[in-house]
Every structure is written in structure tokens, then in C-alpha cells.
């Protein structure tokens, strides 16, 4: 699957929901359905700059695709990680690095997160990018 129909998966799935309410108990299945991240990755270097809460991202390189594991303290935060994860793991970094992250603006997700949120989010897709940047130079 695409970056772009992973991306229009997720927005399949959430236009089943008008309620801004159902769609933040999906994140909150989406976080708690997330892999465990091993406790050796949750360290200082995988931890996120600029996020409120505290979030965990491990980038490991497979056979030339990136493959993200992730863990977070907060509940709609892990699952905002974990639907990046989805799109975004099992590419190559210049899939990665080229993508347009659409899913996040159609689903509304930016409009109906808090300021640090959004900063967050921003900071997580930031994070993502430059794993995707650093491996490609290697």
C-alpha cells in the first residue's frame, strides 16, 4: 500500500464519524492498539522535542523500507503517533521524505487539536521526516 491510500484509508475510516467525540475514541483505540515500544527506546534521544507529552519514536531501517515503533504517556497522543506510524512505516525514506500529508487536514485533525497538540503533531511529522532524511544519506 501507498503512503496515498494509506492516507486515503484513514480518511475513509473517519468520515464514519461526525462527532468530533467518536473520532478522538478512535486515536484513543488507534494508541492503545499501538506495539509496545521496547523500554531501550524509550530514552532521551527517541524522545520527541515539542510535544507536551511524552513521546517515544524508534526508527529502525528493513530491508530499505523505515519501520516506526512509537509509545506516548497520553492517550490521544499515542494514537495521533500511531496513525502517523500507519502511513507513514514500511516505506523508503524517500517515499517518506516526498509524501504530502494530506490525511491530517481532510480528517480535520489539525482544526480539533489544542494548540500544544497541534505543536505536537507537528513536532512528531518533523521527527519522522528527519529519520527519512538521515537515512537517505547513508
Known amino acids: 500500500m501507498t503512503i496515498n491510500e494509506a492516507q486515503d484509508a484513514v480518511i475513509e ?5 461526525s462527532d468530533w467525540m467518536d473520532k478522538y475514541q ?3 483505540d488507534l494508541g492503545n492498539d499501538l506495539e509496545p515500544l521496547a523500554e531501550q527506546y524509550k530514552n532521551e534521544q527517541n524522545l520527541i522535542d515539542g510535544c ?16 516506526f ?20 512505516s514500511h516505506h523508503t525514506a524517500q517515499e517518506i521524505i516526498d509524501s504530502d500529508l494530506y490525511f491530517i487536514d481532510k480528517i480535520g485533525l489539525r482544526q ?10 507537528l513536532s512528531m511529522v518533523t521527527k ?11
Open 112 to 121: 480539533h487539536l489544542s494548540p500544544t497538540r497541534s505543536n505536537g503533531l
Open 13 to 17: 475510516e473517519f468520515s464514519d464519524f
Open 26 to 28: 478512535m486515536l484513543i
Open 128 to 138: 519522522i521526516k528527519a529519520y527519512a532524511v538521515a537515512f537517505s544519506m547513508k
Open 52 to 67: 507536551q507529552s511524552r513521546v517515544w519514536l524508534q526508527c529502525d531501517n528493513v530491508d530499505g523500507k523505515l519501520v
Open 69 to 88: 515503533t512509537a509509545d506516548s504517556d497520553a492517550l490521544i497522543t499515542k494514537g495521533i503517533i500511531a496513525l502517523l506510524i500507519r502511513v507513514l
